[in-house]
């Protein structure tokens, strides 16, 4: 094997090299997240192929970023075993290792690739089919003309972010406008400094002021983003709209004698099943205020396969149902609702395998040379 | 391999930005915003005035002399108040999230009658705690001029945190007028019904759930509790002290309880100097109701990085004894008061507990 690039990248070097970037990486984005907030600088320096700086006008790639260097040591990894696989009892602990981080890496960034995680907000009494994403927003447009269903549109606001208009004329009559998208913004019912009129020309009407605000960067703060939305036809307009991620209640329009609801409201992830909550009790060790216990019995209900149980959820006893975990994560401070975390992740038992297959594998590599040294000692 | 795992993790980013369409079950949408053109309600909107359909998410009982005035753009409910001509305007606003602290919109409306900032310790002591709808709130009593027209301005406006979003109960004008119908105001506020909300109501929790597992993490779930730790230096702290939320303006806070008696710990942080010794020191005696002194003195001590000054205080609140020892650390460009008040006997016995607690913070 002469080839120089795949030398390069079987070459113990390069692992190394990858590992001590890694740990930079990890030490930089560890500060990095006290000033850019942990969902920004998890984004920019792990969730990306590199870190970028400026260079006056130009975005210059600066450093590695997490995939980049994860993406190479699983290359390295497997050229490297390519290399040098010898076949042989002795090397069956060597490949059990090594498929066992491979697995670990890959299933790591399957997880990022494609679990979500959402909240189900439920008080008392109340029953829920859908869970809301904790930062991510949509415009919801709900044709209400239906007798019995409504249809809705559901376009991910980071859309709106990135075009100036949506058109899909096999999903809307009309198309939306964005005029105007702040991704964190701020809404007075008066003028105040920094804040100005927007253009309405329906729904919410004259007395609201708006401004961008900078994006958060506090783990406990979200950004709440506004819009102003034209809706148009090549007819005539019912209206320019504001939408805000504040504003809870839909704003409405007619147009061809159908009804029409728009909302920018926490992306919904709606399930063939709906969860009820039944009770929620926050108990405390007795005389002081010191929680005890979270738990939340809720009442499981899929009308497709006629489900119909109750279950207890409560601190490290999740419900697993339908491919998503829900986890008693949170609670209303009046003790009279409950917030569950639902975690959707195919990819979740992947990390458990890989450990179970690298230690094995260490114990087979390590009883083959034991048992041999044994043998020896023993003649 | 790596390449493929590469393109799949860059068309499941692009996946996350796909419209979803779906149909769903008619349910109960909330109330919608009546369209600004026409000048009456939409076809099928409840009726505004009656207020009291069970279907509302909102109902209330609306005070003798007030005239409700049909709900639009950003308010769910609002009123107006005309006598001797002279008018104030009530409204309630509800916004999904946190909208903003309570300092930043309290600061804001001084500003709208002509009055400086207050910083957020100052605030906290000045918010009077009232019933809306069987649930505490803060009320705010703002008098002042409106710089454009020189007219005396009050705003009386309370703030309620609920569960998905911040709600504000605003009464806003002639500061006579605003000050005659307060008791209404306070008796609209304790009408206020909010419904259970149907399954259509959107919105978030008012913060994300402490301890929250980073997202795309496969970390084991939360231990759950309201406590959060973030921005407090790194302390010891001693035995029998409890950790409680510490709300909107402390740092931390801890209760101390023995014998049937108790004191409580607040820890918070001003930006500056908070105002410096003589401020501080007038209120803290004005909350054991002592009167205001010439004597600034206070004790010097050491802490982690300088020296802080203690006060030692005792006086009466809520008609008992009381005691007070608070400590304030100036540190560059903030500083931190420590303060144990409560019954004396606890305060007693804490004393030294509480300044090597202080002494043992690290920034």
Same mark, same amino acid.
């Given at each position: 094997?002469?080839?120089?690039?795949?030398?390069?990248?079987?070459?113990?070097?390069?692992?190394?090299?990858?590992?001590?970037?890694?740990?930079?990486?990890?030490?930089?984005?560890?500060?990095?997240?006290?000033?850019?907030?942990?969902?920004?600088?998890?984004?920019?320096?792990?969730?990306?192929?590199?870190?970028?700086?400026?260079?006056?006008?130009?975005?210059?790639?600066?450093?590695?970023?997490?995939?980049?260097?994860?993406?190479?040591?699983?290359?390295?990894?497997?050229?490297?075993?390519?290399?040098?696989?010898?076949?042989?009892?002795?090397?069956?602990?060597?490949?059990?290792?090594?498929?066992?981080?491979?697995?670990?890496?890959?299933?790591?960034?399957?997880?990022?690739?494609?679990?979500?995680?959402?909240?189900?907000?439920?008080?008392?009494?109340?029953?829920?089919?859908?869970?809301?994403?904790?930062?991510?927003?949509?415009?919801?447009?709900?044709?209400?003309?239906?007798?019995?269903?409504?249809?809705?549109?559901?376009?991910?606001?980071?859309?709106?972010?990135?075009?100036?208009?949506?058109?899909?004329?096999?999903?809307?009559?009309?198309?939306?406008?964005?005029?105007?998208?702040?991704?964190?913004?701020?809404?007075?019912?008066?003028?105040?400094?920094?804040?100005?009129?927007?253009?309405?020309?329906?729904?919410?009407?004259?007395?609201?002021?708006?401004?961008?605000?900078?994006?958060?960067?506090?783990?406990?703060?979200?950004?709440?983003?506004?819009?102003?939305?034209?809706?148009?036809?090549?007819?005539?307009?019912?209206?320019?709209?504001?939408?805000?991620?504040?504003?809870?209640?839909?704003?409405?329009?007619?147009?061809?004698?159908?009804?029409?609801?728009?909302?920018?409201?926490?992306?919904?992830?709606?399930?063939?099943?709906?969860?009820?909550?039944?009770?929620?009790?926050?108990?405390?060790?007795?005389?002081?205020?010191?929680?005890?216990?979270?738990?939340?019995?809720?009442?499981?209900?899929?009308?497709?396969?006629?489900?119909?149980?109750?279950?207890?959820?409560?601190?490290?006893?999740?419900?697993?149902?339908?491919?998503?975990?829900?986890?008693?994560?949170?609670?209303?401070?009046?003790?009279?609702?409950?917030?569950?975390?639902?975690?959707?992740?195919?990819?979740?038992?992947?990390?458990?395998?890989?450990?179970?297959?690298?230690?094995?594998?260490?114990?087979?590599?390590?009883?083959?040379?034991?048992?041999?040294?044994?043998?020896?000692?023993?003649? | 391999?790596?390449?493929?795992?590469?393109?799949?993790?860059?068309?499941? /980013?692009?996946?996350?930005?796909?419209?979803?369409?779906?149909?769903?079950?008619?349910?109960?949408?909330?109330?919608?915003?009546?369209?600004?053109?026409?000048?009456?309600?939409?076809?099928?909107?409840?009726?505004?005035?009656?207020?009291?359909?069970?279907?509302?998410?909102?109902?209330?009982?609306?005070?003798?002399?007030?005239?409700?005035?049909?709900?639009?753009?950003?308010?769910?409910?609002?009123?107006?108040?005309?006598? +001797?001509?002279?008018?104030?305007?009530?409204?309630?606003?509800?916004?999904?999230?946190?909208?903003?602290?309570?300092?930043?919109?309290?600061?804001?409306?001084?500003?709208?009658?002509?009055?400086?900032?207050?910083?957020?310790?100052?605030?906290?002591?000045?918010?009077?705690?009232?019933?809306?709808?069987?649930?505490?709130?803060?009320?705010?009593?703002?008098? /002042?001029?409106?710089?454009?027209?020189?007219?005396?301005?009050?705003?009386?406006?309370?703030?309620?945190?609920?569960?998905?979003?911040?709600?504000?109960?605003?009464?806003?004008?002639?500061?006579?007028?605003?000050?005659?119908?307060?008791?209404?105001?306070?008796?609209?506020?304790?009408?206020?019904?909010?419904?259970?909300?149907?399954?259509?109501?959107?919105?978030?929790?008012?913060?994300?759930?402490?301890?929250?597992?980073?997202?795309? +993490?496969?970390?084991?779930?939360?231990?759950?509790?309201?406590?959060?730790?973030?921005?407090?230096?790194?302390?010891?702290?001693?035995?029998?002290?409890?950790?409680?939320?510490?709300?909107?303006?402390?740092?931390?806070?801890?209760?101390?309880?023995?014998?049937?008696?108790?004191?409580?710990?607040?820890?918070?942080?001003?930006?500056?100097?908070?105002?410096?010794?003589?401020?501080?020191?007038?209120?803290?005696? /004005?909350?054991?109701?002592?009167?205001?002194?010439?004597?600034?003195?206070?004790?010097?001590?050491?802490?982690? /990085?300088?020296?802080?000054?203690?006060?030692?205080?005792?006086?009466?609140?809520?008609?008992?004894?009381?005691?007070?020892?608070?400590?304030?650390?100036?540190?560059?460009?903030?500083?931190?008061?420590?303060?144990?008040?409560? +019954?004396?006997?606890?305060?007693?016995?804490?004393?030294?507990?509480?300044?090597?607690?202080?002494?043992?913070?690290?920034?």
């Amino acid at each position: 094997m002469n080839n120089p690039i795949l030398r390069f990248f079987s070459s113990v070097r390069l692992t190394v090299a990858c590992l001590v970037l890694g740990c930079i990486l990890v030490f930089w984005g560890t500060v990095a997240q006290v000033h850019l907030g942990l969902y920004k600088a998890q984004n920019e320096f792990f969730r990306s192929f590199f870190i970028y700086g400026q260079a006056g006008d130009l975005k210059v790639p600066i450093f590695p970023g997490g995939y980049l260097i994860g993406s190479v040591l699983l290359l390295n990894l497997l050229v490297a075993h390519a290399r040098y696989y010898k076949p042989g009892k002795r090397k069956i602990g060597i490949i059990l290792i090594h498929f066992g981080i491979v697995l670990l890496l890959v299933g790591q960034m399957l997880t990022d690739a494609l679990s979500i995680e959402s909240q189900m907000h439920l008080r008392i009494g109340e029953t829920r089919n859908f869970s809301e994403a904790d930062r991510a927003f949509e415009l919801a447009v709900i044709d209400t003309s239906g007798k019995d269903t409504d249809q809705v549109v559901a376009i991910p606001a980071r859309r709106l972010a990135h075009s100036d208009e949506f058109t899909d004329p096999k999903l809307l009559p009309f198309t939306l406008r964005i005029k105007t998208y702040y991704a964190n913004s701020s809404l007075m019912e008066q003028p105040m400094a920094g804040y100005e009129k927007p253009k309405i020309t329906a729904g919410l009407g004259s007395n609201v002021y708006w401004r961008e605000m900078p994006r958060e960067t506090e783990m406990n703060r979200v950004d709440v983003p506004s819009a102003l939305i034209e809706i148009a036809t090549p007819h005539g307009s019912p209206g320019t709209f504001l939408v805000s991620g504040f504003v809870e209640r839909p704003q409405a329009f007619q147009l061809d004698g159908r009804t029409y609801q728009m909302i920018l409201r926490p992306q919904r992830f709606y399930k063939p099943f709906s969860i009820h909550l039944v009770e929620f009790h926050h108990d405390v060790y007795p005389g002081t205020d010191i929680p005890k216990n979270f738990s939340s019995r809720v009442r499981l209900q899929n009308l497709q396969t006629k489900e119909d149980r109750e279950v207890l959820i409560y601190m490290n006893n999740p419900l697993r149902y339908g491919g998503e975990t829900f986890y008693q994560a949170s609670y209303d401070p009046d003790d009279g609702g409950s917030v569950l975390q639902d975690v959707r992740n195919p990819g979740w038992l992947t990390p458990y395998f890989s450990c179970v297959l690298v230690a094995v594998g260490l114990v087979w590599q390590f009883l083959s040379s034991l048992i041999p040294f044994l043998k020896r000692r023993a003649a | 391999m790596a390449v493929a795992v590469a393109t799949l993790v860059l068309v499941a /980013g692009c996946r996350r930005d796909e419209v979803q369409v779906y149909r769903l079950a008619k349910d109960q949408t909330p109330t919608e915003i009546p369209t600004m053109n026409t000048g009456a309600l939409p076809p099928g909107h409840p009726d505004v005035a009656a207020g009291q359909e069970s279907a509302a998410p909102l109902t209330w009982k609306t005070p003798a002399g007030w005239t409700e005035v049909p709900a639009t753009e950003l308010r769910v409910a609002s009123f107006k108040v005309n006598k +001797d001509g002279k008018m104030v305007d009530v409204s309630v606003i509800p916004l999904a999230g946190m909208a903003g602290t309570d300092e930043a919109n309290v600061n804001r409306w001084r500003g709208q009658v002509g009055l400086s900032a207050v910083s957020a310790d100052d605030l906290h002591k000045s918010g009077e705690t009232v019933d809306v709808g069987g649930q505490p709130a803060q009320l705010y009593d703002i008098t /002042g001029t409106n710089p454009a027209s020189g007219e005396k301005l009050r705003i009386v406006a309370v703030i309620q945190h609920r569960p998905d979003s911040t709600w504000f109960f605003k009464m806003t004008g002639d500061a006579e007028l605003g000050e005659q119908q307060k008791p209404s105001f306070l008796e609209f506020l304790k009408s206020l019904k909010f419904s259970a909300a149907p399954a259509a109501q959107a919105g978030m929790p008012a913060t994300l759930p402490p301890n929250h597992p980073a997202i795309g +993490d496969m970390t084991a779930p939360p231990a759950g509790g309201p406590v959060s730790h973030e921005g407090q230096p790194g302390w010891q702290v001693p035995a029998g002290w409890q950790e409680i939320a510490g709300g909107q303006f402390l740092v931390a806070k801890f209760i101390i309880a023995a014998n049937g008696a108790q004191a409580a710990v607040n820890v918070s942080s001003s930006a500056g100097d908070g105002g410096g010794l003589a401020p501080n020191i007038t209120r803290w005696r /004005g909350q054991l109701g002592l009167p205001p002194t010439d004597d600034f003195s206070a004790t010097q001590i050491d802490v982690d /990085g300088g020296k802080g000054q203690r006060v030692d205080l005792e006086g009466t609140t809520a008609g008992k004894p009381a005691k007070m020892v608070a400590v304030i650390v100036p540190r560059e460009g903030q500083a931190w008061f420590y303060k144990l008040m409560g +019954d004396p006997k606890v305060v007693d016995s804490q004393k030294d507990a509480f300044i090597k607690f202080v002494q043992s913070a690290k920034y």
